[in-house]
């Protein structure tokens, strides 16, 4: 970082507010496609800038935040959430699981029919 124009890589950056557990998991993540900034794919030693918008893909959902404070080294927790503000929308809830009880049987037909619109397979 210099006092001209701060800067951070975008691995160190994802380490040190707790999107990723270690800095290479960052890296790995950046090198595979799964983080954007400003729309477009990155590589791990990209600088990143105050006002950036990052879009991670973490285990099948994107998570889309703006750097609001560039920090390198990992800090506390509290810290580590004002340097990114999270704009990820709310995602869908779950589909409902069917339960049975055990020894019930095998399902009759309308049940089966209704455990398979509840899973979406109508």
């Not at 800095?23 to 950036?52: F, M, W, Y």
């Not at 929308?89 to 037909?109: I, Q, S």
Request: net charge positive.
């Amino acid at each position: 970082m210099d006092a001209v124009n701060p800067s951070v890589r975008v691995d160190s950056w994802l380490w040190a507010v707790r999107v990723y557990k270690t800095r290479s998991a960052a890296t790995t993540a950046c090198r595979a496609g799964h983080v954007r900034v400003n729309g477009e794919r990155t590589k791990a030693a990209q600088a990143l800038r105050i006002g950036d918008e990052l879009r991670v893909r973490i285990a099948g959902f994107d998570r889309i935040l703006v750097v609001r404070q560039l920090i390198s080294k990992r800090i506390g927790a509290p810290l580590a959430a004002v340097a990114a503000e999270d704009r990820t929308p709310p995602r869908e809830p779950t589909a409902l699981v069917a339960v049975r009880d055990r020894g019930a049987g095998r399902p009759t037909k309308r049940e089966r029919r209704e455990i398979d619109r509840l899973r979406g397979r109508e």
